[in-house]
């Protein structure tokens, strides 16, 4: 699938916009060009780096607060927050992570990203975590980037649940899925 | 219920036997006596304290040695294990494990422990998690003691997966269930 410069750049920008948190890394085996030819692609097109992207998206404050928990206590990165909706976070799995022997993520911290994420979407002081069913659908390797994408699938107000759906990916690729359902302690307000 | 002198000696005595990892403040609670009570009661009946039991039993080499990952990357102490039978490890709930607002214990940690004894227990250099059920049945509050029993439901030798029931206990109370679907390099010897 090597394409000429042009149809390459085109594509490049697409796949940015819908995958804005991928690495010239995965860029350049995507496209199977060199990380360099990425870097001018890049350049070319006036495209920040990955860093500068992130620290974009960190800098414009978050639509909603997180109620639940101090921000600083959930675990990966929140870049987009509606409380009682959705939220995504980001965390990037490095040596601590992982099991020493394969450098294979641990299943705990794929868990512990989703299900804070769950946590502070709640728009409530309290939310607990219930029950939880979860698939790890593919390893995820030192060094890669968990994007988690939290949606609320059902609330019920009269028994004070709810039900959110957390799906992870590493770039387009599905790693963890899973159903939470929280109790809270006040009803949702819609 | 509180009891004579020797009624409560015998009980106490029968309830280290059963629950050999119950503090001294969990047994005055029980039998609603002072702390000072229960440890003279032990020193009566030769019953060494808490730390020392564990240690005791830890000291005890266990049957088997984990296979699937290094001992230190278990959360919790392992103190008993039988390779794809069952196994049991304690996990002290200390500050760094609770939500600073309201000193419950954040579910991936109950989570990260029932995971890594499943882990653990299985008789093969490859481990890995494909699924997990769970249920978060009472909160459990700093400075608790989690006891969580695992142990085998079902081999599925053809597919190379291994289901393992996790439940972990508090005193006697169930605070955390899961049934985990794991993943094997190689099949199961039996």
New interface residues.
């Given amino acids: 699938m090597k394409k000429n410069k042009k149809d390459r750049q085109l594509l490049l920008q697409e796949t940015i916009v819908n995958t804005p948190f991928i690495t010239d890394e995965e860029l350049a085996e995507k496209f199977q060009v060199s990380i360099q030819t990425i870097r001018l692609d890049r350049l070319e097109l006036s495209i920040p780096e990955l860093r500068e992207r992130i620290k974009h998206v960190a800098e414009k404050k978050l639509d909603d607060e997180v109620k639940a ?2 921000i600083e ?1 959930v ?1 990966g990165d929140i870049i987009d927050l509606q409380l009682d909706e959705s939220a995504i976070s980001i965390l990037e799995i490095k040596k601590e992570h992982v ?4 450098q ?1 993520a ?3 911290h794929l ?2 990203q989703a ?2 994420l769950a946590v502070a979407m709640i728009n409530d ?2 939310a ?9 659908t593919r ?1 995820v390797k030192e060094n890669e980037r968990v994007i988690a994408k939290a949606k609320i699938i059902k609330n019920d107000s009269e028994n004070r649940r709810t039900l959110i759906e957390v799906n992870s990916y590493v770039v387009n690729e599905l790693v963890f899925s899973g159903e939470f359902e929280m109790f809270r302690s006040n009803p949702t307000q819609r």
Avoid: M
Wanted: positive net charge; without cysteine; hydrophobic residues 45%.
């Fill in positions: 928990l101090p206590e675990i099991f020493s022997r394969n294979i641990r299943g705990h868990f512990a299900n804070s002081e309290l607990l975590t219930a029950k939880a069913n979860i698939h790890f390893q």
